[in-house]
C-alpha cells in the first residue's frame, strides 16, 4: 500500500532540457508529463545551470547559491550532482564538467508551454547495503518488535556504528509485509527545516515539493496510513527533525517513525535504542574463541570479499582479536582496517593502528563522504558540538581510562569553563554518543572510546592546549595517588578500585610526559607520587625503571626546574625499591646519601616535604644489613 499524492497545479511554463521539462516556479521536474523524484538540493544545482543558459557556473558559485550563509565541503556538489546524472539518464551528458572550473549545460534550455498533468504517488526505495550485516539479528528482532509498540523508535551511537544498516535491514523486514507502505528518506544533505520538509514530502508522495510545503500538509498526508517513515541521518537537523516528527505522530496513531541520530529526539513519544558496537574478544581469549565473536567474523567476512585471504593461524587470529578491541567493535573501523590486509596484511594493520585517522581511510564510494575515512566520521561529530562543547570533548583527551565527574571538574575547568558548563557539556557528548557513561555503583564514571580519544587528543594538540590540561592532569592524579584510610571492607574495595585507576591514569600523564611532545618537568613531578604508589603495591620492578627515568631527565634539567621536596621523594622511592630488588649496595648507598643531603636542604632533615607528607625513609642500618 502506497501513499497517493494530490493532485498538482503546475505553472504558466515549462524549461525543455533534452527528454526532460522543468518548472522553476514550482521546483518541479517531468519527462513525458511524468513527475520524476529529485532532491531538493539536486533540483537546487540544476536550477541554477538552468537559469545560466549555458553559461559556465563556477564551484564557488554553485556552493553561493545552494547553500548560502553555509559553509560546506566542496564535494557535497558531487554527490547531488551524481544524483541528478543518474536521474537524467541517457541526458545525462547534458551537464558537462570543466576540470578545475565548474559546470555548464551542452544544451541551452528552452522555454515549452506547461503540458497539464497529474503527479503520479511514489514510495522511496530502501538503498542497497554495501555489506551483508553482521552480528546484528538480535538487535533486527528487537527493533522490529518495539516498532510494533512504540510510534517513535531513535536509533542511536557513535558514527559508523552500524545505526543506517540496522535501520535498512529493519525497513526491508517491515516492507514484505504488504500492509504497511516504507518510505525512506536520507537527511545527510539537508540543513533546513524546509529542506527536511521537501525531503520527507517527496518520499511520501506529495506533489508540492518546495519550501511552501508546511507541517501541517504533511502531517493530513500520512494521517491515517499504514506507513513506516525512516530518517536516517538527523543528528545535524535534530531540532527540526524533533518538530516534524512530533507533528506527525500527533496526526496518525497508526504512523511508524524510525529515525537513526547521534543523539535522541526528546520526544515525549520516543523510544531510544542504543546500537551497541559489535562484541569483541577479550585479551585472554584462545584462537577458538576469538572467531565466534561478531566484530571478528564481519574483520575476516570483509578481508575475503576484497581478496581470498588465508590466515596462517593462531598469531594472526590473535592480531585481528586486538585490532577488533583497539577499535572498540566499531563496523566501520572495523571494515575500513579491514580494507588495508591486501596492502599491508595483518602484522602491518595492527602496527599501525597507532595512526588510525592515516590507516583508516578508503571507504566504498558510493558511501557518504563522512563513511569513507574514519578522521570524516569523527570531523562530522565534532562540528555539530557548540564551541564550549567542543572544548570539553577535547580536553577529556587526557583521561586514558574511566573518569568521574569530579575529576572531569579538576582537570578541565578553569577560568574559560565553569563547573556549570561541565555539567551540561557531558550530558551533551553523552547524548551524541562521543562519551560512553558507565553506571555502577553511586558514581557515573565516563570513559572515551580509544578512537575518540585519539581524535579528541588530536584537537587538543592542534589547539596548542596539550601541555596546560597535561600538566593539570598529572598533578591530579599525583595528588589521588596518596593512600586513603578506609573504615569498612566495602570502603576499601573501592578504594582499591579507584587507586587501579588512579595508578593507570599516572602511568599514562607519566608516559607522556616522557613522550616527545611531553614535559619532563611535569613527568619528574609526577613521579613523586607514582613511584611511591608503585612501592605501596609492591611492584618493585616499575618503581625502579620509573624512578631511574625521572632521575636521568631530572640530571639533564636546568638546575632548580624541580623543586627538593619532589626530587628527595623520587629519589627515595628509587633508593627502596633498590633495597627489595636485590640491587648494588653501593647504588642504593648513595641514593641514600643524596636523598639525607636534599633532607637536609629542605631546612629539618625530618624527611617530610613542604606539604608536611613524610618521604618514605628507610632506616640507615636496614642499608647497612642488605
Known amino acids: 500500500m502506497t501513499v497517493t499524492e494530490r493532485p498538482a497545479t503546475y505553472g504558466t511554463s515549462m524549461i525543455d532540457l533534452g527528454r526532460f521539462q522543468i518548472d522553476l516556479e514550482m521546483r518541479t521536474l517531468h519527462q513525458s508529463g511524468t513527475l520524476v523524484p529529485v532532491g531538493s538540493r539536486a533540483f537546487d544545482i540544476l536550477a541554477v545551470l538552468v537559469s545560466a543558459a549555458g553559461r559556465l557556473v563556477t564551484k564557488d558559485e554553485l556552493l ?121 528518506v536520507d537527511l545527510a544533505t539537508a540543513t533546513t527545516e524546509d529542506a527536511v520538509l521537501c525531503e520527507v514530502a517527496e518520499a511520501c508522495g506529495l506533489s508540492t515539493l518546495d519550501a511552501a510545503v508546511d507541517i501541517a500538509q504533511l502531517a493530513a498526508a500520512v494521517s491515517g496510513k499504514r506507513l513506516l517513515l525512516v530518517l536516517d541521518n538527523a543528528e545535524h537537523v535534530i531540532d527540526a527533525v524533533a518538530r516534524i516528527v512530533d507533528a506527525l505522530v500527533a496526526a496518525s496513531k497508526i504512523l511508524r517513525v524510525m529515525v537513526t541520530s547521534r543523539e535522541p529526539l526528546r520526544l515525549m513519544q520516543e523510544t531510544v535504542y542504543r546500537v551497541e558496537p559489535l562484541d569483541v574478544p577479550p585479551s585472554h581469549s584462545t584462537h577458538a574463541e576469538i572467531v565466534q565473536f561478531s566484530a571478528v567474523k564481519l574483520f575476516l567476512l570483509r578481508v575475503n570479499s576484497i581478496q581470498r585471504y588465508a590466515y596462517a593461524g593462531c598469531e594472526e587470529i590473535h592480531l585481528i582479536g586486538e585490532i577488533c578491541r583497539r577499535l572498540d567493535g566499531i563496523p566501520l573501523a572495523i571494515e575500513l582496517a579491514a580494507a588495508r590486509v591486501a596492502g599491508l596484511g595483518i602484522g602491518g594493520v595492527h602496527r599501525y593502528l597507532h595512526d588510525r585517522f592515516s590507516l583508516l581511510t578508503g571507504g566504498y564510494r558510493t558511501a557518504l563522504p563522512r563513511h569513507q575515512t574514519l578522521r570524516a566520521t569523527f570531523d562530522w561529530s565534532f562540528f555539530i558540538l557548540n564551541p564550549c562543547h567542543q572544548l570539553l570533548f577535547r580536553r577529556l583527551a587526557v583521561f586514558s581510562g574511566g573518569f568521574t565527574f569530579d575529576a572531569m571538574c579538576a582537570v578541565v575547568c578553569d577560568e574559560k569553563y565553569a563547573v556549570a558548563d561541565a555539567i551540561g557539556g557531558i550530558g551533551d557528548l553523552v547524548a551524541k554518543s562521543l562519551v560512553n557513561i558507565e553506571l555502577e555503583g553511586p558514581v557515573s564514571r565516563y570513559r572515551l572510546s580509544d578512537s575518540a580519544r585519539a581524535y579528541a587528543l588530536e584537537k587538543l594538540h592542534a589547539q596548542g592546549e596539550q601541555r596546560l590540561i597535561a600538566a593539570r592532569h598529572a598533578r591530579y592524579v599525583s595528588h589521588c595517588l596518596r593512600p586513603c584510610l578506609a573504615d569498612s571492607l566495602a570502603e576499601q574495595l573501592d578504594l582499591e578500585i579507584d587507586f587501579r585507576q588512579s595508578l593507570d591514569d599516572a602511568r599514562s600523564a607519566f608516559d607522556w610526559a616522557f613522550s616527545q611532545h611531553g614535559d619532563t618537568r611535569i613527568g619528574v613531578e609526577l613521579a613523586a607520587g607514582l613511584t611511591e604508589a608503585l612501592l605501596d603495591a609492591g611492584l618493585i620492578h616499575e618503581c625502579c625503571t620509573r624512578a631511574e627515568q625521572a632521575i636521568d631527565a631530572l640530571e639533564e634539567l636546568p638546575p632548580a626546574s624541580v623543586d627538593s621536596d619532589t626530587e628527595m621523594r623520587v629519589r627515595a622511592a628509587l633508593a627502596s625499591a633498590l633495597i627489595y630488588a636485590q640491587g648494588p649496595v653501593s647504588k642504593s648507598a648513595q641514593s641514600w646519601t643524596e636523598v639525607l643531603a636534599l633532607a637536609g636542604d629542605t631546612g629539618d632533615g625530618s624527611g617530610a616535604n613542604s606539604e608536611g607528607e613524610s618521604v618514605k625513609v628507610l632506616p640507615p642500618d636496614l642499608i647497612i644489613r642488605q
Not at 70 to 88: D, G
Not at 153 to 175: C, M, P, Y
Open 64 to 184: 553561493d547559491s545552494v547553500w548560502p550563509k553555509t559553509v560546506v565541503e566542496e564535494n557535497n556538489i558531487q554527490v547531488h550532482l551524481s544524483a541528478l546524472r543518474k536521474i537524467l539518464g541517457e541526458d545525462r551528458n547534458l551537464i558537462v564538467t570543466i576540470p578545475g572550473r565548474g559546470y555548464q549545460l551542452r544544451r541551452r534550455p528552452v522555454e515549452s508551454p506547461a503540458p497539464a498533468v497529474e503527479s503520479r504517488a511514489f514510495r522511496r526505495s530502501l538503498p542497497l547495503r554495501e555489506t551483508r550485516l553482521t552480528g546484528r539479528d538480535a538487535a533486527v528482532r528487537q527493533i522490529s518488535m518495539l516498532l510494533q509498540t512504540t510510534q517513535v523508535l531513535t536509533l542511536t551511537g557513535a558514527g559508523g556504528i552500524g545505526k543506517t544498516s540496522l535501520a535498512i535491514e529493519v525497513a526491508r523486514q517491515a516492507s514484505n509485509d504488504s500492509s504497511r507502505a516504507v518510505c525512506f
